[in-house]
């Protein structure tokens, strides 16, 4: 992978970091020395070791790098919202090692030639490692079973339906049967379509006073127990997508308790704005499922803390302007979220909402268990790392965000949380200055 | 400092003024129409002592003023009310205080929207001079020439008197 | 953690509180409201002289911009802005003639290319009146003719003055709305406007399929059966029903709708005997309204006709006045600085 300025194979010392990981290791003032694009000695032993470079990163968090479940890179696609490279530079400027690739693409990932088309891009031109998500339906239309054998052939960790719908509970139960068949997870983000109808927001006090159309829990609830059923059944592992609704997090939670084998995760913004940011026609806040009412936002964040939802996602949906340039029923949903899910995730341990080895946790173990990786921190393992800064600030906006879309959720205010740098087995994916 | 004009003198030299012009033109049945607000205790005070018969008009010239592009419309506008013809008729326009002229250009303009009257005759208690426009009252109580730091000011309705206020 | 002002005032008020844009009601005081009653009041009176014009909007452009067609609110805006002795231009554009997003966007660099001082927008999309006020032109006023199912400003208070002239006031006024709550911008406005001036109760009276979730919120209280909810009643207002509330099953039947919730001498027997009927038109006779209420002594549907002139030249005038003194303020202070 390019845009790395590290030869692999040389040596790189992290001095005066505070080491954390989601798998319980955390070390105030430890050295952490790398070679070969592996963690080579962690504590005193790295302290005393040579090192071809030194860096002293006093006050930053060295954390395992951040992995994202549900991203968006627009490639392939006409390129006016974003492509590979604009958008895993962002991902490595959040924090971010590893991304998977949404199969919301032009044309869908629903073969292993475009599987294989994102995979050489991602090769050629990102500086971090990109891991294709391939379509649980042909063309993503719901209707008719994706060649599953073959996506997972050419690369894909997952199949899944991005914001769409399964036309469906026959052919969902279908598609979890096939892809239970070569052990494929599938990622679903659970809406029942014929409840969420024409709505583009919450179902609540903000739509019915502002008349937008609204999106009803229900819509979520009812497919999340319908998926959960149709999982059971079918043995198949089931990952659910970006859940917004209080209701969900329980029936969840129910469902592991009687052995299902479902994992979940919840896009940063729900656990940080409710229905109230869209109080005034923020067409940034347009986002699906909609952003909803407080008791579902501290219910998201209750099993973030418990360990029910494993992950964070950031959802990341790039836009062009003339996207979001609109009445906000016209406009597209989704906010560029990925160079801030650290910065509002610190807002939250700033908070007391949150601990910081919890987020920790669902930004990486979490997510990488989902995919069958590991993301801990240990002699030996790949170094995949993300240095932050945790009480630095940036403010969001068109100076210093990457990312070809420029509605991120928070501009024009200072955040916490500076990435200082992004390993990507141990060559920087992203450096920024250490002064 | 806040001296007092005798209003009764003022209001005394008004009506004699009036009606003279009226005799000199021989207008014999006028209406009466006061620009609100002093405007309007003035129509009152003088269509009984001209022993006028009917009511009297009061205008509102917040929708005509010439300054609306500089300072919007008035938050206070009252409807006007001019309750009979005025086509043809002889009206007596009367105001408290007459200084650029602007004021009496958009009374007369809405004046107009209702009909077009015989003649107007243009009476103030007060004329400051300081004129923009070529507007001049048929009659007043009286003419004064206030320094830069004084302020004249009709209160009203019960009892009417003028405040001649200086500032520092 | 809130992104926003819920209250649209940073947009339609000036730093003074002067109307500058006229959005939604939300936000705006029983002062304001007041005052465009009033200065409503003042044009009700200039429309009973031989010439109804006065010469505030002179020599200025208003765009009727009309992404939903409407003959009648367009022409009681064009009338207002004429009787305001602005130049008029009407635009009807059909939103499903155009791709919605950019096509707006564009429409309005080529307006403001033609130095309009103000646009009045009717479209189908909830806050699309907002999104105009934030990216257009400063010094441009947007007055809202009526956004998807989120506002219309200017017939609430048309029926505001109305009951005013029929009630002296709201104070102890008990009003209901009856019907098609979930897809009616005027109700909305309604409410808000009721519960800003003082009335006693709003009480809503519909159907659950016709009713937004948590209505309640909005300041109002439900009554599922209208004889109940026809009780002391000083106003009620009648909404319109759309034909096409029969398909997706909101309602059976018109019949079924008119039987349940339609309003006739019967039922208006329940209210108080001086209860007047309102309903911003057009009436379907015989689905919400029986034409013997819709003509008799105590329907006041005329007046509102008369009352929407008078309204929209307040406004207009009002969000124009605000417009003018800003920018004036703002030269004198560059002038200072």
């Known amino acids: 992978m390019s845009g790395t300025d590290q030869i692999r194979g040389a040596s790189l010392k992290l001095m005066g970091g505070r080491v954390l990981d989601g798998n319980g290791i955390d070390a105030e003032n430890t050295a952490l020395l790398i070679e070969n694009g592996r963690i080579k000695a962690m504590g005193a032993a790295a302290e005393s070791a040579d090192a071809e470079e030194v860096i002293r990163v006093d006050g930053c968090v060295i954390a395992p790098g951040f992995v994202d479940l549900c991203c968006n890179l627009r490639e392939p696609g006409n390129g006016q919202k974003g492509n590979i490279e604009s958008e895993t530079r962002a991902a490595a400027h959040g924090g971010f090692t590893t991304v998977c690739a949404s199969p919301e693409t032009s044309p869908v990932n629903d073969s292993g030639a475009v599987t294989h088309l994102i995979r050489d891009g991602a090769a050629s031109r990102s500086p971090i490692r990109v891991l294709p998500v391939g379509a649980v339906t042909r063309g993503l239309e719901g209707d008719l079973l994706s060649d599953m054998s073959g996506l997972a052939r050419a690369g894909c960790v997952a199949v899944g339906n991005g914001s769409r719908a399964i036309k469906n509970a026959r052919i969902l139960r279908r598609c979890m049967a096939y892809a239970h068949t070569f052990g494929l997870t599938v990622m679903l ?93 923020d067409s940034r806040f347009h986002v699906r499922p909609p952003l909803r009412s407080e008791t579902d936002r501290l219910a998201l964040l209750a099993g973030v803390r418990d360990g029910v939802i494993d992950a964070i996602v950031s959802q990341h949906q790039p836009h062009d302007t003339a996207a979001k340039q609109a009445p906000f029923g016209a406009t597209e949903p989704g906010l560029s979220s990925i160079e801030s899910v650290l910065s509002l995730g610190l807002e939250l341990v700033n908070r007391g909402e949150l601990q910081l080895r919890q987020l920790i946790r669902a930004l990486t173990a979490g997510p990488s268990s989902v995919i069958g990786q590991d993301g801990a921190l240990k002699e030996g393992a790949v170094a995949d790392l993300c240095v932050f800064d945790p009480e630095a600030h940036w403010t969001p906006g068109p100076e210093t965000l990457v990312s070809a879309g420029q509605h991120a959720p928070m501009v024009d205010r200072a955040l916490p949380g500076v990435v200082r740098m992004t390993l990507l087995e141990g060559a920087k994916a992203w450096a920024s200055n250490l002064g | 400092m806040t001296a007092q004009l005798d209003i009764n003198v003022l209001l005394d030299d008004l009506e004699t003024g009036l009606r003279r012009v009226l005799e000199e033109r021989g207008v014999d049945s006028p ?138 | 953690m809130t992104a926003n002002d819920p209250s649209p005032n940073h947009l339609q008020l000036t730093r003074d509180g002067q109307l500058r844009h006229f959005l939604t009601l939300d936000g705006l005081e029983r002062g304001l409201l007041t005052d465009i009653l009033d200065t409503a009041d003042s044009f009700i009176e200039v429309g009973e002289r031989t010439i109804k014009k006065v010469p505030l909007l002179r020599g200025r452009t208003v765009v009727n911009l009309f992404f939903e067609s409407s003959t009648r609110t367009r022409s009681t805006f064009e009338l207002a802005a004429k009787r305001l002795s602005a130049d008029v231009l009407n635009l009807d554009i059909s939103t499903s003639a155009t791709s919605k997003g950019e096509s707006l966007s564009d429409t309005l660099l080529n307006l403001e290319a033609m130095a309009s001082d103000m646009f009045v927008v009717r479209h189908s999309q909830s806050g699309a009146p907002h999104f105009i006020a934030e990216s257009v032109t400063p010094g441009v006023a947007i007055i ?65 399929t016709l009713l937004p979730r948590d209505v309640e919120s909005l300041g109002c209280t439900v009554e599922y059966d209208m004889a109940r909810g026809m009780k002391d009643l000083d106003v009620v207002i009648m909404l319109r029903l759309q034909k096409e509330r029969m398909e997706g099953a909101l309602l059976p039947s018109e019949r079924e709708f008119y039987r349940l919730y339609g309003l006739n001498q019967e039922k208006l027997a329940l209210a108080h005997p001086e209860c007047i009927v309102m309903h911003p038109g057009p009436i379907n006779r015989g689905v919400e309204i029986e034409s013997a209420v819709a003509d008799g002594p105590q329907s006041v549907i005329l007046n509102q006709v008369t009352n929407g002139i008078a309204i929209r030249m307040a406004v207009m005038s009002m969000a124009m006045g605000g417009q003018v003194a800003e920018r004036q303020q703002k030269q004198s202070e560059r002038g200072t600085a």
């Open chain 3, 144 to 208: 809202n003719a009526g956004d998807g199912r989120h506002a219309h400003p200017t017939q609430a208070m048309l029926d505001m003055l109305t009951i005013r002239q029929h009630k002296g006031g709201f104070g102890g006024l008990k009003v209901a709305i009856v019907g098609d709550v979930l897809h009616s911008r005027v109700a909305r406005s309604q409410i808000r406007a009721l519960n800003e001036l003082g009335a006693e109760e709003v009480r809503i009276i519909a159907p659950g």
């Open chain 2, 31 to 168: 209406v009466i129409v006061g620009i609100r607000t002093g405007g309007v205790w003035l129509a009152d005070t003088l269509s009984k002592r001209l022993g006028l018969e009917g009511p009297f008009g009061e205008l509102d010239i917040s929708f005509y003023r010439d300054d609306f592009s500089r300072i919007g419309l008035n938050p206070t506008v009252k409807p006007s009310s001019l309750p009979f013809d005025t086509e043809g008729r002889d009206i007596i326009l009367i105001d408290d205080v007459i200084m650029s002229g602007r004021t009496i250009r958009a009374a007369m303009n809405e004046i107009f929207d209702y009909g077009r009257p015989a003649s107007i005759i243009l009476a103030t208690l007060i004329d400051l001079g300081a004129r923009e426009l070529p507007i001049q009252p048929d009659v007043a109580g009286r003419t004064l020439a206030l320094a830069e730091n004084q302020r004249v000011k009709l209160r009203g309705p019960d009892p009417l008197r003028i405040e001649l206020q200086e500032t520092a």
């Open chain 1, 189 to 281: 983000s659970p809406e029942n379509q014929a409840l969420a109808a024409d709505g583009y927001a919450h179902d609540g006090l903000v739509t019915s006073r502002l008349g937008l159309l609204g999106i009803p829990e229900v819509a979520e609830t009812t497919a999340v127990m319908e998926m959960l059923l149709l999982a059971e059944e079918t043995g198949v592992r089931l990952h659910l997508s970006q859940l917004s609704c209080a209701r969900s997090v329980e029936m969840i939670a129910d469902a592991r308790k009687r052995g299902i084998a479902v994992t979940a995760d919840v896009a940063m913004h729900q656990l940080v704005f409710t229905e109230d940011a869209i109080a005034g026609f």
